[in-house]
């Protein structure tokens, strides 16, 4: 039982480049999200997914796209990476989204680095 | 404002004493609370939620106080191995909100 995986472990791109970080997870969990973290700063929700075939904006979604494949995979794309996109990305997911708190599990992150 | 908020620390303390710290939040209507620890360059777990009441997780504690919108967290006879980040975080409908976290250092 693997958890929450997510590849790549480190990235660094150009600015101009896009790329495709992945991640899955083998619990069964009807959410996922993903999270960038910022020094001195909270992880700020990119996107989510309540259920398989849904995605919404959270709460800095721009420059990104995302994908639920299926229930068990939720990738998200820099479309055209910027400099500011420079940040550690976290995939979490949950049992529940909604109103409803479950428990997030977080993968290990991906350092992206855009020069 | 942010919706968290938290003193960054770091808080530097031997072994065996005591340490606490708070966080306050914005939204009066959040419905609930958690400490999340993020060990460096890990990724969060979570520590343990924050109930109305108060609750204990062994050497740990967590209040609420929803009148002042602030959580704490205490931890006693502290570790080394307790040398981490706090997150502060808040449940507001479908998504969580983190605060930036609160570092703990414990010394030998």
């Known amino acids: 039982n693997a958890g929450v995986t997510q590849t790549p472990k480190f990235q660094v791109l150009k600015t101009g480049q896009s790329m495709t970080l992945q991640c899955a997870q083998d619990?069964?969990?009807?959410?996922m999200y993903w999270y960038r973290q910022d020094p001195g700063m909270g992880l700020r929700l990119i996107y989510y997914s309540a259920s398989e075939g849904t995605t919404d904006k959270g709460e800095v979604p721009n420059g990104y796209n995302v994908s639920r494949l299926n229930k068990r995979e939720f990738s998200l794309r820099l479309e055209s990476a910027a400099p500011s996109q420079t940040s550690v990305y976290f995939c979490?997911?949950?049992?529940?989204?909604?109103?409803?708190?479950?428990?997030?599990?977080f993968g290990p992150g991906t350092r992206l680095t855009v020069l | 404002r942010k919706e968290v908020e938290q003193d960054p620390g770091p808080f530097n303390v031997p072994e065996g004493a005591t340490v606490a710290f708070n966080c306050t939040y914005s939204?009066?209507?959040?419905?609930?609370f958690f400490w999340y620890r993020q060990d460096c360059r890990k990724e969060p777990k979570l520590l343990m939620s924050v109930y109305s009441s108060g609750n204990e997780d062994g050497r740990f504690t967590a209040q609420l106080n929803r009148a002042s919108q602030y959580i704490s967290l205490l931890i006693r006879d502290s570790k080394l191995s307790d040398s981490a980040t706090y997150l502060c975080?808040?449940?507001?409908?479908?998504?969580?909100?983190f605060g930036a976290g609160t570092t703990v250092t414990v010394r030998a």
């Open positions: 619990m069964n969990h009807n959410s």
């Open positions: 979490a997911s949950s049992e529940l989204g909604g109103g409803d708190y479950n428990e997030q599990f």
């Open positions: 975080v808040v449940n507001d409908d479908y998504k969580l909100s």
């Open positions: 939204n009066s209507a959040s419905q609930s």
